[in-house]
Nanobody, 125 residues
Framework: QVQLVESGGGLVQAGGSRRLSCAASGRTFSNYAMGWFRQAPGKERVFVAAITGSGSRSLYADSVKGRFTISRDNAAKNTVYLQMNNLNAEDTAVYFC?????????????????WGQGTQVTVSS
């Protein structure tokens, strides 16, 4: 079992940046992919980005491509990050990190077995 704790959410102005962090514990961190999802009020949880266990490959939703960057620190911090730039109101959501079932990237929530509690990001215009 993997325990995940997100941090970094908050209020940010449109056009601004924010970095989310997700600290993992409980299993060898590099053995599994990590992902970020988000859920806006009244909407389903949707894929944002994912990265392989080694960190060699990443994948993004079209809505965030070119603005968001996922990365991970396997060596020291067992943490995955989501750098979010040029934020807009449509990015307002609760952001969740998730641990994958294998080293390979997944984009569907069923491909992840452990979830953080979520962190709220609100973008003001």
């Amino acid at each position: 079992q993997v325990q995940l704790v997100e941090s970094g959410g908050g209020l940010v102005q449109a056009g601004g940046s924010r970095r989310l962090s997700c600290a993992a514990s409980g299993r060898t961190f590099s053995n599994y992919a990590m992902g970020w999802f988000r859920q806006a009020p009244g909407k389903e949880r949707v894929f944002v980005a994912a990265i392989t266990g080694s960190g060699s490959r990443s994948l993004y939703a079209d809505s965030v491509k070119g603005r968001f960057t996922i990365s991970r620190d396997n060596a020291a911090k067992n943490t995955v990050y989501l750098q979010m730039n040029n934020l807009n109101a449509e990015d307002t959501a609760v952001y969740f990190c998730a641990a994958g079932r294998s080293e390979l990237i997944a984009t569907d929530p069923t491909g992840f077995h452990s979830w953080g509690q979520g962190t709220q990001v609100t973008v003001s215009s």
